[in-house]
């Protein structure tokens, strides 16, 4: 008899998540927390599961975490792991509200700083940088071009900051590898500035990145 799928909580810190499989670093890598809860210790990047072998892939202010061309590789990489009609549940900050509360006159100067840090992360570790913002409309395109289709939006938030969350199912099938290399060049082309041979040695460092990612975390079977 085959295992039921799996529900995924990655980069689970100090929050358990009944049902779910919660995954994080060993407790070395966290210099400053009282407690670990983490079912399984591992880099998450260099995960790998069955087709069609997890239910959901959930993370709380973990994606950011991650670098364009990473990323990239991580959905596509997921979309291959979940079963029909699987999910993906995403919290990230908010770089819309954060970015007006910074840019805002009335907002204190120590307001300010926690927003920056909301925005480019808390730095006690190697891991706790943040290599990209998402707005709602920018998440809802980066999963939308591998696969899943936006169930909900919902902005929330916490001491101050500003965040929100996007849920969103797989939908028509799992892709191909290669339609998913195409995808993302073609994602990725969006943030280049024009066309000039600098530019397109960007994208392709960029797609190098992505293919070492995407080489890891490829569904096995």
């Not at 049902?19 to 399984?40: I, M, R, W």
């Not at 996007?166 to 195409?182: D, I, Q, Y």
């Amino acid at each position: 008899m085959s295992e039921p799928p799996l529900k995924l909580h990655l980069g689970c810190g100090e929050r358990y998540l009944q049902g779910y499989l919660n995954v994080d670093y060993p407790p070395s890598e966290h210099p400053v927390q009282s407690t670990n809860v983490a079912d399984l210790y591992a880099n998450i990047a260099t995960l790998k599961y069955p087709a069609g072998s997890i239910e959901e892939v959930r993370l709380h202010h973990v994606f950011e975490h991650f670098t364009r061309p990473v990323a990239c590789a991580l959905v596509a990489a997921w979309n291959s792991w979940l079963q029909p009609n699987g999910l993906i549940h995403i919290e990230v900050p908010d770089l819309h509200r954060t970015a007006r509360a910074i840019t805002s006159p009335l907002t204190s100067l120590r307001s300010k700083a926690v927003a920056e840090r909301h925005l480019f992360g808390s730095h006690e570790a190697h891991w706790a940088v943040h290599y990209e913002g998402y707005t709602p409309a920018l998440l809802k395109k980066l999963v939308g071009t591998f696969g899943f289709v936006v169930q909900k939006i919902e902005k929330n938030s916490w001491r101050g900051t500003y965040n929100f969350a996007l849920v969103a199912r797989k939908v028509n099938g799992t892709l191909g590898k290669a339609e998913c290399s195409s995808l993302t060049e073609e994602y990725l082309s969006s943030f280049l500035v024009d066309t000039s041979e600098t530019e397109k040695r960007l994208l392709a460092a960029w797609m190098e990145i992505y293919t070492r990612q995407i080489e890891r975390s490829w569904a096995d079977g």
